[in-house]
């Protein structure tokens, strides 16, 4: 009897939630413009998850959920940070909630995995954090529209600013064991040996490190500074263990933006102080565009904008220009993506942003150094880079002959 | 009042105390009625979620074999799967293999990879058999996620071509994927169910309630461990093949000891050593994982809750949950009936 009871219900759910499906799929495209968005909610990476929500609700909040006359409903996904639980996710969005538009998601294998299922839909999709530089190089998907970063993208200025600026001659790098990590540091090293520098060790460690010990042992204490990769939790203890093995002072750190980004820096104490890195976006960016939105985030949220935050604030304006350029008529997605490629929303967050022709941002790389002001650390910006392309000063065909940055390349001297 | 009660309970359960022998049949013809019918009504998303609950259900089933009728707790068993997908995955984009080589490819590399695993874990039971299983499938997903060249490390591997083209069928799309997966499961299902009821079958339930007395009796049980492991790796490969088809896409998250314990936790809800719990076991939680988090971000919780209450109310999961009652009944029922005569 129970058997039939909990079989009934099971039936009574699904048959419910396919009915809710048919009928939307029945309705005539009126009424809202709907818009999916994925990010992990749960899980290791959920605070970033939700950094990035919030930047896109403020948004949202503030131009009251309407863009060109039509109500703007959004539909929140949690991808769990797992690239197949997003793909099943995104399926959800498109084919039963009947979305016109998606944003979101966070890692870059889940942007892998996205990237061929956009495509088959024709959906068109904003990439707002995911950072993998083939997705705008070598394996260049239509419908996406990345209005974030490539890895590598800060680290070719931030290469020839530390040969030139900071007159750093060798290097060592420590970085987290992926995609990511890979691209950063190769960007990094291609402009700054490049310039005559030296890249004299290269140490990886696993995403799921807990212990830097073993590693900070390892680093030359030879070398004019550290480059080091992490963010969340890692970068918290990377920092704070780089200041008990006494290498704070001895040993300048500098690294990418995440390191000492702003999801992370209000839990860092005195030993960041000093830290220089590179990203498109500081949360203490002297720009009136950035103060009204930090201003209006602390105030709603109760805290400083990480970049995560920023980058749903800057996609959510951006869609919403894409939106109203075409008045509305998200229906035709050829017409909305069109529109995606060609409008230059002003007075964002992080500086001017415009689209190149592979779908990547062209725009500002701040030099930031973090330093305490008003009893908060924050990453003060020492140096502006404008206008930065994902190949920074190369030809794109040149660039795209290249391999991908990964573990092996670019190679090391010492290898 | 308790003869009435035990009356009661004496007519439903039948002569025998065997309610569930007789509902059963029907439960499962009629899911199976609806699995064949619902699908081309459905929303192409809801096909979509069926499809995943038949190919993790083959999976669940699999897992069964070794679980429930060998009494063999695996925790490596996502392993295997994701091997499977995988090689599907390295065949058809790194070497352009044809439909055939990849699901050939794909099966034959994950029975192969159980019957190497087989011969380090058939000699162990218990909880030293989780251990190694667990530690096996965390050096597959070690290499998963460190074999770059071949596995493409944490960004996985994409762009394998839908089953429909890839297998040069004529129609394509949510409908047609669903039917082939079913007939996929379909196939595995009656075969799995024809090994558990095979004498073969019985050994491995034997093995489960009392290896020293099935030894005493001459079986080899290590072997029948063996090539229970080796059968049931062999399944969860096809199932892996499945699913590196329906996502066109592989990642080392399938690998991880998440995916091994989902897939633990479906078969323990559904009802171990019952082959149709697991089933129902994969339904309840694919459904409930998408169904819940669309409506709450505290999904998780109520998904744990879930868990709980289950492992409480029906430790022997949903599908026994009926036939103990039954089976209480009539036994209270019998009793009943020897006081009264």
Redesign the interface.
């Known amino acids: 009897?129970?058997?039939?009871i909990?079989?009934l219900l099971?039936?009574l759910?699904?048959a419910g939630?396919?009915v809710r499906?048919?009928r939307?799929?029945a309705d005539p495209d009126r009424g809202p413009i709907r818009i999916g968005f994925l990010v992990p909610?749960?899980g290791g990476l959920a605070q970033n998850g939700r950094d990035i929500l919030n930047g896109f609700l403020l948004y949202l909040e503030e131009i009251g959920y309407r863009a060109a006359g039509r109500q703007i409903e959004l539909i929140?996904?949690?991808d769990e940070g797992?690239?197949?639980v997003g793909?099943?996710?995104a399926?959800?969005l498109?084919?039963?909630d009947r979305v016109h538009l998606m944003a979101g998601t966070l890692l870059?294998?889940s942007g892998?995995?996205l990237?061929?299922?956009i495509d088959s839909m024709k959906i068109p999709m904003v990439y707002p954090v995911v950072s993998?530089d083939d997705l705008t190089q070598r394996k260049r998907s239509p419908w996406i529209i990345r209005t974030g970063w490539t890895g590598s993208q800060p680290n070719h200025p931030f290469g020839e600013y530390a040969y030139h600026t900071l007159k750093l001659r060798r290097v060592a790098t420590i970085a987290l064991?992926?995609?990511f990590g890979w691209e950063s540091v190769g960007g990094f090293q291609r402009t700054f040996e490049a310039e005559g520098g030296q890249i004299v060790q290269k140490l990886w460690t696993p995403?799921s490190v807990h212990d830097f010990a073993p590693y900070l042992a390892q680093i030359s204490r030879d070398v004019d500074a550290v480059y080091a990769l992490f963010l969340g939790r890692n970068a918290l203890q990377f920092v704070r263990q780089y200041e008990e093995y006494g290498l704070r002072g001895r040993v300048p750190l500098i690294g990418q933006g995440t390191t000492t980004d702003e999801h992370v820096l209000p839990f860092m104490g005195d030993e960041a102080i000093g830290t220089i890195t590179a990203l498109h976006y500081s949360g203490a960016l002297d720009t009136p565009a950035n103060k009204t939105f930090a201003t209006t985030y602390r105030a709603r949220y109760g805290k400083v904008p990480s970049y995560y935050s920023e980058s749903m604030y800057t996609g959510g304006k951006w869609s919403v220009a894409a939106i109203e350029a075409i008045r509305g008529n998200v229906e035709d997605r050829a017409q909305l993506l069109d529109a995606f490629r060609r409008v230059r929303p002003a007075d964002l967050p992080r500086g001017p942003v415009e689209l190149d022709s592979y779908g990547n941002p062209i725009e500002n790389v701040y030099i930031r150094r973090v330093e305490r002001v008003n009893g908060e650390l924050q990453n003060t910006v020492i140096h502006t880079f404008t206008r930065v392309s994902q190949f920074w000063k190369y030809d794109p065909a040149a660039y795209l002959r290249q391999p991908l940055y990964?573990?092996r390349y670019v190679p090391s001297v010492t290898e | 009042m308790g003869e009435r009660d035990g009356k009661g309970a004496g007519l439903q359960a039948g002569p025998r105390g065997w309610a569930d022998l007789q509902v059963g049949p029907y439960i499962v013809a009629a899911g199976l009625a609806i699995l064949v019918v619902a699908p081309p009504f459905l929303n192409s998303y809801w096909v979509g979620l069926f499809t995943e609950i038949l190919i993790f259900a083959m999976l669940a089933m699999s897992l069964d074999i070794l679980l429930g009728y060998t009494g063999l707790p695996s925790l490596g068993h996502a392993g295997i799967f994701g091997v499977a997908a995988y090689a599907v995955a390295v065949l058809s984009t790194s070497y352009n293999a044809g439909f055939w080589a990849c699901v050939a490819g794909g099966v034959l590399v994950g029975t192969l990879l159980s019957a190497a695993f087989g011969l380090l874990v058939s000699h162990v039971r218990d909880v030293y058999f989780l251990m190694i299983t667990l530690a096996l499938g965390m050096v597959l997903w070690g290499l998963g996620y460190r074999w770059i060249p071949v596995t493409g490390g944490d960004n996985g591997i994409s762009g394998i071509p839908s089953l429909e083209a890839h297998a040069g069928l004529p129609i394509e799309g949510a409908v047609p994927f669903y039917y082939v997966a079913f007939g996929v499961f379909f196939v595995c299902a009656v075969a799995m169910g024809l090994l558990v009821r095979s004498p073969f079958g019985f050994t491995l339930r034997g093995i489960r309630e009392n290896e020293t007395r099935m030894k005493s009796l001459g079986f080899n049980t290590w072997l029948h461990c063996y090539l229970s492991y080796v059968l049931s790796g062999a399944f969860a490969s096809v199932a892996g093949v499945m699913w590196a088809y329906y996502n066109g896409y592989v990642s080392p998250t399938y690998l991880e000891l998440t995916a091994s314990s989902e897939l633990f936790l479906m078969v323990t809800l559904g009802g171990p050593g019952t082959l149709i719990g697991p089933v129902f076991g994969a339904g309840a939680i694919v459904l409930l994982k998408n169904v819940i988090s669309g409506v709450t971000e505290r999904w998780l919780l109520i998904l744990g809750a879930v868990y709980i209450i289950t492992i409480l109310a029906a430790p022997q999961g949903l599908w026994n949950l009926g036939r103990l009652r039954s089976r209480r009944a009539g036994l209270r029922a019998s009793a009943s009936q020897g006081t009264t005569a």
């Open positions: 009897m129970t058997r039939i909990l079989l099971v039936l759910v699904g939630e396919a499906g048919v939307l799929q909610l749960s929140v996904e949690d797992i690239p197949a793909l099943t996710k399926r959800k498109v084919e039963s870059s294998s892998y995995a990237a061929p299922y993998a064991d992926y995609a995403v990964s573990r």
